[in-house]
């Protein structure tokens, strides 16, 4: 069973793990964009992370489409080094969803 934490702050405020994970999602953007190696399944890389930068402007993501995205970033890119780090910094910003 998959619990949702409450969002953070007072009402009215912006929850802050939903600005570090667009900041995790931005950099894993740039980086992968960087990346000269050719990528088998870069496109639905980028695809994904487009999706969780989408949900990052709404303000409310949801755990379990957050985790799917991952999954596919992760399976997509996960055996390049270069990306690990940030990469990792996705997956621990999507993390702090979790309960």
Not at 16 to 38: F, I
Not at 76 to 94: C, D, F, H, T, Y
């Amino acid at each position: 069973m998959v619990v949702e934490q409450e969002p953070a702050g007072r009402a009215g405020e912006r929850d802050p793990r939903v600005d570090e994970l667009g900041a995790a999602v931005s950099r894993l953007r740039r980086a992968l964009a960087a990346h000269p190696a050719r990528l088998p399944d870069r496109d639905t890389a980028e695809d994904e992370l487009a999706a969780l930068d989408a949900m990052t402007r709404t303000g409310t993501p949801e755990v379990s489409r957050l985790r799917s995205s991952l999954l596919l970033v992760a399976g997509a890119v996960g055996s390049v080094s270069a990306l690990a780090p940030v990469l990792n910094e996705v997956r621990e910003a999507v993390d702090r969803f979790a309960g």
